[in-house]
């Protein structure tokens, strides 16, 4: 059975710094998605991880993808208030985009 | 274009009544996903629709659910006789794989909030 992790599961940091969570899974998949989620909101996609050695840069936010490690990350630069949020990651479960969800991070980024 | 739709957005019901609930996908995506998001869980899979092909059933949590998807497009959850543990929020998402496509995006909708009192 997959298992995905994330760690921290809390997060509250200040303006400014940067900080990294973790996404580790229990079996082989090629394909790793980074979703973020608003209170009351549904999912809005920010990466989709295809390979090993895969990065991705949005503004302030860069995610990677190790497979042979099993493990994702999610980097954060110079946070700022807005990118408060809760942020999954999600792998592919057996190649038909069926996702198996960590726990969510929740991020809180205070001023 | 229009992203994924659901409705109602929220809906309450009494135990033991059946709930129905819709998504429209993106038009022209052919996979289709229901996700179900609660305290408890968090987000869990439940059944899959790619194209005309038979579902992949193998996330619903009890024979109380059923799903389907008519014309290659909408798709209705539905839930019989519902639980108050069935209390959460239904996700559903619609894709472009699996026709060639090189797009591996899942597009979620708003979701629909159900509350069994």
């Known amino acids: 059975e997959l298992k995905v992790e994330q760690n921290p599961l809390f997060l509250s940091m200040q303006e400014g710094k940067n900080y990294t969570i973790y996404c580790n899974y229990s079996?082989?998949?090629?394909?790793l998605y980074w979703y973020r989620q608003d209170p009351g909101k549904s999912l809005e996609s920010l990466f989709v991880l295809l390979s090993n050695g895969a990065v991705k840069q949005e503004g302030r936010l860069m995610a990677s993808l190790d497979t042979k490690a099993r493990l994702s990350t999610l980097h954060i630069t110079a946070a700022v208030h807005d990118l408060s949020a809760t942020y999954f990651c999600?792998?592919?479960?057996?190649?038909?985009?069926?996702?198996?969800f960590g726990q969510g991070t929740r991020l809180t980024i205070n001023p | 274009g229009a992203g994924v739709s659901q409705s109602p957005s929220n809906k309450v019901t009494e135990k033991g009544k059946d709930v129905e609930l819709r998504c429209d996908p993106i038009?022209?995506?052919?996979?289709l996903y229901w996700y179900r998001q609660s305290l408890g869980q968090g987000l869990e899979f439940l059944i899959y629709f790619q194209g005309n092909s038979a579902p992949d059933k193998s996330g619903l949590p009890s024979d109380r659910f059923s799903a389907e998807r008519t014309g290659g497009s909408v798709s209705t959850l539905t839930i019989q006789r519902t639980q108050q543990e069935d209390s959460a929020v239904y996700l559903c998402a619609s894709s472009n794989w699996g026709r060639g496509s090189s797009s591996y995006e899942q597009y979620f909708g708003p979701g629909t909030r159900l509350t069994v009192t």
């Open positions: 079996t082989t998949s090629d394909r």
């Open positions: 999600a792998v592919d479960m057996g190649g038909a985009q069926k996702l198996v």
């Open positions: 038009s022209g995506h052919t996979a």
